[in-house]
């Protein structure tokens, strides 16, 4: 069955490989990011692959342009069935150099961010009766990260923000689900290799289990399945696709 599927943070890694595979799924697409131009290459990307899809820029931080970008899928595709928060921003320095600037600018995208379009698309959802939210956090929400305590924390509350609506819309017939991702090749882990705050790709590989790094679309499999008819009994769950680092 065809849904409107709305992928924030969707015009690249993660996020674009999961807007691929839930078109691939027959969902119709929304791509929602900040840089409107990307999510507009998407698109047409999606387009040409026969999906129906559309752009819309926003930054997930303001509400207002949040409200507006959902007003205008709503209005091309129709309401929102599937809700993937893949928006994100990492940050790295020494907890005693934390600014109250940067502390504020990674919960105000990571958290906040997240919390506005899940405000805002789930009204939708419990109309119809059906909903899937999927919340892209980290394995530093499971474990920590020394010089990225902002981030980790502004991850893990997206746990606990998880398991809090999964039990509140679970007699709607919304499933909310979290993935946290570990050893992703993406574009944001390719920016923190090069401001040096991420090691090789091979000496991530070696403290992987499975021996290799993973790719966006491990990530877009396994949002496509909790987002999928199939996945209704599972909710409140924490779906670790990691190659193994965190048991």
């Known amino acids: 069955m065809s849904r409107v599927a709305v992928v924030t943070g969707g015009a690249s890694g993660m996020g ?7 078109g691939r799924r027959g969902h119709q697409v929304a791509v929602l990011d900040v840089d409107h131009d990307a999510a507009q290459r998407v698109t047409d990307d999606l387009r040409a692959q026969g999906v129906t899809a ?9 509400r207002r342009a949040v409200e507006e970008a959902f007003g ?20 790295y320095s020494s907890f005693a150099d934390i600014t109250v600037e940067s502390w504020q600018r990674l919960i105000d995208v ?38 990225a305590a902002h981030y980790a924390a502004s991850k893990g509350a997206l746990l606990t923000l998880t398991k809090s609506l999964a ?13 946290p991702p570990s050893g992703i090749e993406t574009p ?26 993973g790719t966006p679309a491990d990530i877009a499999a396994a949002v496509g399945f909790l987002c999928s008819e199939e996945a209704g009994f599972i909710t409140g769950q924490t779906l670790g696709v990691n190659g193994g680092s965190v048991m």
């Not at 559309?54 to 303001?62: E, I, W, Y």
């Not at 944001?188 to 290799?212: F, T, W």
Request: aromatic share 4%; with cysteine; glycine share 10%.
């Open 110 to 147: 990571n958290l906040t961010g997240t919390f506005h379009c899940c405000q805002v698309a789930v009204g939708d959802m419990v109309a119809a009766g059906w909903g899937r939210i999927v919340m892209i956090s980290s394995s530093s929400a499971q474990r920590g990260t020394p010089f």
């Open 72 to 91: 205008k899928i709503r209005a091309e595709l129709g309401p929102v069935a599937v809700l993937v928060t893949s928006a994100g921003l990492f940050g």
């Open 167 to 179: 039990r509140e819309y679970a007699a709607h017939g919304v499933t909310v689900n979290n993935i």
């Open 16 to 22: 674009e490989a999961t807007c691929h595979e839930l």
């Open 188 to 213: 944001m882990q390719h920016a923190s290799q090069a401001a040096g705050h991420l090691p090789s790709n091979e000496q991530i590989a070696a403290h992987i289990p499975v021996g290799h790094l």
């Open 54 to 62: 559309m752009a819309a820029g926003a930054d997930v931080t303001d």
